[in-house]
């Protein structure tokens, strides 16, 4: 009868454990680690349950006063989907399960696919109205008595 009972405590113990440990962990996976923007990739979803309509939802540039979201549309089997990230920086990518609770979730760092043009652009007026403005600085500054102040400054000729 003893021998019963600690079995049956056992047993208890043990389903307890096994009703309060988490199920297998689903995680995800790019198939390109920096993916470029507007390029297509794949995301991987690995040991996801079977059966359940999982919904995969990718915020740029998240914890910013502009996120933006787009839900992405998983496989038939629901182990990929294909992602054409649309602006270029952090992406943070969420598997959300039916409940609304999040799954799964994975940072992106998202390439530009080549050198943008604006950005040089926006250098070279910099540029300009830097050095410009402080060339007009001192030609305002010193005005007629510029050269007169280094013909003073020279030693006199003998």
Known sequence: MVELH????????????????????????????????GEPTRVEVLDAEAGVAYELRVTYRPNSRTPRSETLQLAPEGTSAAWIP??????????????????????????????????????????????????????LLLGETGPRVAEQLEPPST
């Open 6 to 37: 600690r079995s049956l405590a056992a047993a208890a113990v043990t389903l307890a454990i096994a009703a309060g440990a988490p199920a297998a962990a689903v995680e995800l996976r790019l198939a390109e680690p920096f993916p470029l923007r």
């Open 86 to 139: 649309r602006d270029a920086g952090l992406a943070q990518l969420d598997l959300v399960a039916p409940g609304g609770a999040a799954a799964a979730s994975l940072r992106a760092a998202v390439r530009f696919g080549g050198f943008p043009a604006t950005g040089l652009l926006v250098m070279a007026v910099a540029g300009l109205l830097l050095f410009g403005g402080a060339a007009l600085s001192m030609w």
